[in-house]
């Protein structure tokens, strides 16, 4: 199994800004994935983030809102830019070593006012 | 892409009942998980199940990959068993598609 540290748990942030949020992992992972979900559906992946090269976007996603990073083996960062009310969410990572289960972070509740 | 669905769409439960839930899925997979989503919105692994049958407790699940469905059964319901349970498989790729979920709601 893997343990995911998530930050921050919750934040409520102003339109316009933009609010990064972090996933450590303890152990080193080929695979990690951002999921969004907004409120009263279900997950949907954003983007496959891989070390060494650059995020893949799942449609409908663009880097340029939803830049991504994944410095090594253990940690991965979103970014959610230039927000509006819109971006209001559960924002997951998730990582998967290989063809085995797949592990989640306790999620980020953002809300946009 | 693969298509995932989920029955019932909510469910009532008084306490101490018995419940199945059902995942459908439109292709083969390679990997199938049901995660409970308590009201916080974190996701908790129950079962990692591309086939065959577990258990854990008053929980239990089977997959029949074969015909492209799998079971969620909970026994003996707690007000605590409340919340979202989702449904999500992989196939090929390593991302997993979700289903819309199961919303449980168990009242004393």
């Known amino acids: 199994s893997a343990v995911i540290s998530q930050k921050p748990s919750r934040d409520i942030c102003q339109r316009g800004t933009s609010l990064t949020i972090q996933c450590q992992v303890d152990s080193q992972v080929t695979m990690m994935f951002w999921y969004r979900q907004q409120p009263g559906q279900s997950l949907t992946l954003i983007a496959t983030a891989n070390q060494g090269s650059e995020a893949t976007y799942e449609s409908g996603f663009v880097i340029d809102k939803f830049p991504i990073s994944r410095p090594n083996l253990t940690f991965s960062t979103l970014t959610v830019s230039n927000m509006s009310p819109e971006d209001s969410s559960i924002y997951l990572c998730?990582?998967?070593?290989?063809?085995?289960?797949?592990?989640f972070g306790q999620g980020t509740r953002l809300t946009v006012v | 892409g693969i298509q995932v669905e989920q029955s019932p769409p909510d469910l009532i439960l008084q306490e101490g009942a018995n419940s199945t839930l059902r995942c459908n899925f439109s292709?083969?997979?390679?990997?199938l998980q049901w995660f409970h989503q308590n009201p916080w919105g974190q996701l908790i692994n129950l079962f990692y199940i591309p086939s065959g049958t577990k258990q854990n407790g008053r929980l239990s699940a089977t997959t029949v990959a074969t015909e492209r469905y799998s079971l969620l059964y909970i026994s003996s319901s707690q007000t605590t068993d409340s919340g979202v349970y989702f449904c999500?498989?992989?196939?090929?790729?390593?991302?997993?598609?979700f289903g819309k979920g199961t919303k449980l709601s168990v009242i004393p």
């Open positions: 999500a498989v992989g196939s090929g790729s390593y991302q997993l598609t």
């Open positions: 292709d083969s997979v390679n990997n």
């Open positions: 998730s990582v998967r070593q290989g063809d085995t289960e797949a592990f």
